[in-house]
């Protein structure tokens, strides 16, 4: 994986880092993703070919392309990288790799993945605690407030919402975490 990677960064000058496909641990057959891109109207990452059943992948998938963000969970950076974009941001947990590559543009900088290059991972499935919901929250509207300040008025209202629905519905605990995110 890490020679599929070393040879991202070397055919692409402006590459900021190189990043991995990569299969759910539980159910390797399927992937996670193949990089992602910030969908900033539904306030997600969408990632690439997440679903998808790798034993059907086709030659053009497997070419490497360019993305707005590749999971830190295989993610290589070049020491100019970390010299014009700096380390993460102290995030704690999600959201803090995608940060990253996105500071990457702004530095004339790039953000590869190479799905030749191949990395498991417990999926967003295995991941459902309570808590994380917090973070994800609370971590996508500092996204927002760094890369796209103009709609964080709109991102700040759907969790608003979200809480205000969880709450209708008796999901206190999911609400309140939501509302603890948002303030």
């Known amino acids: 994986s890490l020679n599929w990677l070393m040879d991202t960064i ?10 991995s496909m990569i299969l759910q641990l539980d159910k390797p057959e399927l992937i ?3 990089g992602a891109f910030m969908d900033w109207g ?4 969408d990632m690439q070919n997440a679903g998808e059943n790798f034993t059907e992948i086709t030659d ?10 590749c999971a830190a969970a295989s993610l290589l950076k070049t020491r100019k990288s970390i010299t014009k974009l700096g380390y993460w941001d102290d995030l704690f947990i999600h959201f ?3 940060d990253w590559c ?27 605690a309570t808590w ?14 760094e890369h796209k300040l103009i709609a964080l008025p709109l991102v700040f209202a759907k969790f608003f919402a979200w809480s205000i629905y969880l709450t209708l519905h008796g999901y206190f605990k999911n609400a309140g975490l939501g509302f603890k995110a948002i303030w």
């Open 10 to 19: 070397k055919n692409n000058p402006n590459a900021a880092a190189a990043g």
């Open 32 to 34: 996670s993703e193949i």
């Open 42 to 45: 539904k306030a997600r990452v």
């Open 60 to 69: 053009d998938l497997l070419q490497e392309r360019k993305v707005e963000y």
């Open 96 to 98: 803090d790799d995608v």
């Open 102 to 128: 996105l500071r990457a543009p702004k530095q004339g900088m790039a953000i590869y993945c190479n799905p030749r290059s191949i990395v498991f991972h417990e999926s967003l499935q295995c991941k459902q």
């Open 132 to 145: 994380i919901k917090y973070y994800n929250i609370r971590n996508l509207l500092y996204l927002y407030k």
